[in-house]
């Protein structure tokens, strides 16, 4: 348990959480060691578990046919992303049971991922108000961020990619 209480630390979703508030959340934690091109969820699944990158990098990708109007589009799905060690996704679990935004896949040999369930961890913030609100305002500040970053994307596909073509 001490080697994920290791690992949470240093994802930016658990910033500021007690060393007995990780060993809490570590005791909800599986890990899974995934190999290159391994697919952990596809786009528009069901959702209910938050991952944590305890070795290597995983691509966030998405199907440029869902917002795509033309049939003869090509359905590759693009990567928008590359997540590595401490950084987490899924998170959109921890906020509702829609469905998953992006699909997820392994982009290297031994990457080795924390997996939390969703309803325990949730479970352990009502029972927790303090570590809930630290965990709650450190997902937003990191949901932000990528908010942020994919405007970001979106803006620069709209003024350059329209000159390209």
């Known amino acids: 348990m001490e080697t994920y209480v290791n690992i949470l ?7 500021q959480l007690s060393k007995p508030e990780l060993e809490l959340i570590a005791q909800l934690c599986e890990e899974r060691t995934y190999k290159t091109g ?5 786009e528009r699944t069901k959702s209910d578990e938050l991952y944590i990158i305890a070795q290597g990098t995983v691509d966030i990708m998405v199907n440029p ?11 590759t799905p693009v990567t928008i992303a590359t997540l ?25 040999d031994d990457t080795k991922l924390l997996i939390i369930p969703s309803n325990q961890l949730k479970q352990v ?19 932000s961020l990528k908010i942020r970053s994919t ?9 350059y990619g329209r000159a390209r073509k």
Do not use: H, W
Request: proline share 3%; glycine share 6%; aromatic share 10%.
């Open 9 to 15: 630390q240093q994802a930016d979703i658990f910033y």
């Open 38 to 42: 391994e697919v952990i969820f596809f």
């Open 65 to 75: 046919n869902l917002v795509s109007d033309k049939p003869e589009d090509d359905n």
């Open 84 to 108: 590595r060690r401490g950084q987490s996704f899924g998170e959109i679990a921890l906020v509702d049971q829609g469905l998953r935004s992006a699909t997820a896949r392994v982009a290297q």
């Open 125 to 143: 913030c009502l029972a927790n108000p303090n570590l809930g609100y630290q965990l709650m305002f450190n997902l937003a500040a990191d949901l």
């Open 151 to 159: 405007d970001l994307r979106i803006r620069e596909e709209l003024l």
